[in-house]
């Protein structure tokens, strides 16, 4: 890819995995990821961690339609997402004619609601499916965050170059020292986790929680998150989880891979119970279609569930598995591996 700046390689690349057969929806990574890094006004609407539903329109809405490289690896030039109908401005609530209205003889109940015409926000449409209810219904949870990826998009887009790659473990990060605030780095990233402060008039994103992967403590989505479905560590490191689970099991994969980024967040697909008849009789068919999967994931997705579905089986007969065993997470602990402060922090 000529088009990409030599700069952006790094010795050693920080990465995760998410498995989202675990995925509770709860959002305790948005929240842990929201009250440590956004709390000001000149980023309530930014979500650098989020926890979409798919099927659907995600966060901001239609985020999978814009931005990354072409097949030449050039920069395609994106969209900046609507305020209002991508990220959704923040609304009130009619809280006092709530109350006000509560316990008054012959008073019409006011039910509380929004008190302007919202279009759209955060976990928007989260739990709406899609198939036919109820023997063919599905949907899973997806979370998203910058994807620290090989090749940012992001970054070539600048022409301030204030976005760089840390060289120590491939972290991309913004100098908003050097950022004047033009947004090509917003239109330019295709998962669209590059957001505008629109106080100080910069870009922000996720530091991949920085000042706790120099203490050997994990990110703040992963330590907090009750599921046990993230796995941080190095790509390069074969004992380590990423490894693992991305280049000797294969069963964890880039979201969109044809956007030409080499994302370093990777995704445990998710499996999927079968889909009924009209007597209520499992088909063998999964509910959640393959080629949905495949739009998202890539053609690897079929030999990735494969892989899940037999080293299942195998533990289901009380045959070992390495992959079971890892995906379970009995010793979080093991769920982390960032160097010699590892054995320093305790996770328990």
Known sequence: ?????????????????????????????TVACKKLWNKDSGSDYAYWNSVETLPGRGYPAEWQETGGRDSEGA????????????????????????????????AQKEWLR??????????????????????????FYLPRLCNHCTHPACLDACPRKSIYKRE??????VDQDRCHGYRFCVEACPYKKVYFDY????????????PRIEEGVPMACARQCPGRLRFVGYRDDPEGPIW???DKWKVALPLHPEYGLAPNVFYVPPMS?????????????????????????????GGALETLV???????????SELMDLLIAYDWNQSFALGPKDAEVSLE
Not at 9 to 14: D, E, F, G, M, V
């Open 168 to 173: 120590e473990d491939g972290i991309v990060l």
């Open 199 to 210: 106080e100080r008039q910069v870009a922000n994103k996720c530091i991949f929680c920085l």
């Open 244 to 246: 693992k689970l991305v």
């Open 310 to 320: 037999a080293e299942r089986e195998k533990r289901k007969q009380g045959r070992p």
């Open 114 to 139: 929004p008190d302007s015409n919202p279009k759209w926000g955060a976990n928007w449409d989260e739990d709406r499916g899609a198939g036919e209810y109820p023997g063919n219904n599905h949907y």
């Open 75 to 106: 920069v395609k030039r994106g969209e900046i997402p609507d305020i209002d109908t991508a990220y959704g401005r923040a609304w009130n609530f009619n809280h006092k004619k709530t109350f006000d209205s509560a316990g008054k003889p012959g």
């Open 273 to 301: 119970p079968p889909q009924l008849d009209a007597r209520g009789r499992p088909t063998g068919e999964p509910r959640i279609p393959l080629t949905y999967l495949e739009s998202l994931f890539g053609d690897s997705v």
């Open 1 to 29: 890819m000529s088009n990409i700046r030599e700069s952006q390689s790094a010795p050693r690349q920080l990465a995760m995995v998410l498995d989202l057969n675990k995925c509770l929806g709860c959002q305790t990574c």
